[in-house]
């Protein structure tokens, strides 16, 4: 364990993102408490402060090697509760309603619903000595010193509608796209922090199904992505031994129906027919529920030129994605870890130095989703020649991937941002795909 920095460290919300940063500041604080405004810890339903958790989500690539490095008891605790591992490239991936050839890649995956990932990883968070879950309290402002350059502490509201002020010396701020940061800082003085949107208009309607034999059998999942010239798309998958989950998506105002009838029919307007023909006559679990997602949103805290020491903000309050990209948990992890880098040679005092540490985690997944829903003409936004060119030859590229598996596995280590977009001008890359001859 490393040296303590400080006392005491305050998470706001007990989602994934901040479980995983209270997994990291259990090292360096003697006291870690993380403060949600739901019932959390035993909980493995869809709760009222993450409504999003109903529908489809995975720990990919990248976001699976850091949550097994943070917890290596996790593998056993999945097999235990008999949830998939698979490779991301065994599953079925269709771009442009053609599957890309299924390969072996190393690259693995967690498939459950997301309130079981949290469960299992809150447990396993909240076993360490020095964590501390208050559940059912609300954060409702920050504390500050007599200059308000440093933030000192936090004020709740109880269950009871008592006020709660608890000093710390670090608060983190997970409390996801809905944050009120923004609005907390100009209470106090500051700018708020500059945002991009890129509108969709992006509407999920999920369902489970009672898995029957032969379901999914031979592959975790079967996922045609949406694409220009097929915006209907679907992430169909095992979560469980005899639990499968469709989300169906659509965007601008093409919104799956909820009704049994309506759901099925969109599911069969599907561009390949594999996920109809598995659902039409299973027996569902529950009923269909919609989550509407109208932009995704990044904050600038990095171009602020002044903020509050102490503070740090993570996960959706920073940047929330287009979840088909299946980006958010990922890059949430991945500013876990800057954290727990700046945390590992001190305080985290510099505070622009890891925002901009935090900055450089979202750029490569924020461009990946923009310049892809920029290649649909209804979402507004700028497309250079750089945009234009780079969809094209992702195009390309997932064409060639139809029949050449080492396309798969580029394409899907960048997808699971395990490497950069820019490894897939790798020459190698480009020969392959400029030799594919398109059917």
């Given at each position: 364990m490393?040296q ?10 007990g989602?994934v993102i901040?479980t995983l940063a209270a997994?990291?500041?259990s ?8 403060v949600?405004?739901?019932?959390v ?5 869809v709760?009222?402060?993450?409504p ?10 990248r ?8 917890f ?6 999945l097999e ?6 698979p490779d991301?490239?065994e599953m ?15 690259l ?9 990932i949290?469960?299992i990883?809150?447990s396993?968070t909240?076993?360490?000595p ?19 350059e440093r933030i000192?502490g936090?004020?709740l ?8 002020e608890?000093?710390?010396?670090l ?12 609005a ?9 922090p ?10 999920y ?14 592959t ?7 694409s220009p010239?097929?915006p ?16 169906l998506?659509?965007?601008f ?16 307007s ?9 659902v ?14 109208p ?5 600038h805290?990095?171009r602020?030129?002044r903020?509050?020491?102490?503070l740090?903000v993570l ?7 287009n ?7 990922m ?17 985290p005092?510099d505070?622009l130095?890891?925002?901009?540490d935090?900055?450089?985690v979202?750029?490569d ?7 892809g829903?920029l290649?649909?003409?209804?979402v ?5 020649p750089?945009v234009?060119e ?6 390309r590229?997932?064409d ?6 080492a ?16 490894s897939l001008m790798?020459?190698?890359?480009v020969a ?8």
């Amino acid at each position: 364990m490393n040296q303590f920095v400080g006392d005491r460290a305050i998470v706001l919300g007990g989602s994934v993102i901040g479980t995983l940063a209270a997994r990291v500041l259990s090292e360096t604080y003697r006291e870690v408490i993380v403060v949600d405004r739901d019932k959390v810890l035993g909980v493995r339903e869809v709760r009222r402060g993450a409504p999003h958790a109903a529908h489809a989500h995975a720990f990919h690539s990248r976001g699976f090697r850091i949550v097994h490095e943070l917890f290596p008891a996790l593998p056993a605790e999945l097999e235990r509760a008999e949830i998939p591992v698979p490779d991301l490239g065994e599953m079925r991936w269709y771009f442009n309603a053609r599957l890309i050839r299924q390969t072996k890649t190393g690259l693995l995956s967690i498939g459950a619903q997301r309130p079981v990932i949290e469960d299992i990883l809150r447990s396993l968070t909240a076993s360490l000595p020095n964590v501390t879950y208050r559940e059912q309290v609300e954060f409702v402002g920050y504390l500050t010193d007599a200059t308000r350059e440093r933030i000192t502490g936090v004020r709740l509201l109880t269950a009871e509608d008592s006020v709660l002020e608890l000093e710390t010396d670090l608060v983190v701020d997970a409390t996801g796209r809905g944050s009120r940061t923004p609005a907390l800082l100009a209470a106090l003085g500051y700018e708020r922090p500059p945002e991009e949107r890129m509108r969709i208009g992006l509407t999920y309607t999920t369902r489970l199904f009672h898995r029957r034999e032969g379901m999914l059998d031979d592959t975790q999942s079967v996922n045609p992505v949406a694409s220009p010239a097929h915006p209907r798309g679907a992430f169909f998958g095992r979560v469980g031994p005899k639990t499968c989950i469709l989300s169906l998506t659509g965007i601008f105002g093409d919104r799956p129906p909820k009704d049994p009838e309506g759901f099925l029919a969109y599911a069969k307007s599907l561009p390949v027919s594999e996920v109809y023909e598995a659902v039409r006559d299973a027996e569902p679990m529950t009923d269909a529920v919609t989550f509407g997602f109208p932009a995704s949103v990044r904050r600038h805290y990095e171009r602020l030129v002044r903020f509050p020491d102490r503070l740090v903000v993570l996960g959706d309050a920073v940047c929330s994605f287009n979840p088909v990209y299946g980006q958010g948990m990922m890059v949430g992890a991945m500013q876990v870890i800057a954290l727990r880098d700046r945390l590992s040679v001190g305080t985290p005092s510099d505070s622009l130095g890891l925002r901009q540490d935090i900055a450089a985690v979202v750029d490569d997944p924020w461009t990946i989703s923009t310049n892809g829903d920029l290649d649909y003409p209804g979402v507004p936004g700028e497309r250079t020649p750089d945009v234009l060119e780079g969809n094209k030859f992702i195009a390309r590229l997932t064409d060639a991937a139809t029949s050449d598996p080492a396309l798969t596995e580029a394409f899907l280590k960048v997808a699971g941002l395990v490497e950069p977009p820019a490894s897939l001008m790798n020459p190698d890359v480009v020969a392959r795909v400029e030799k594919h001859v398109p059917a």
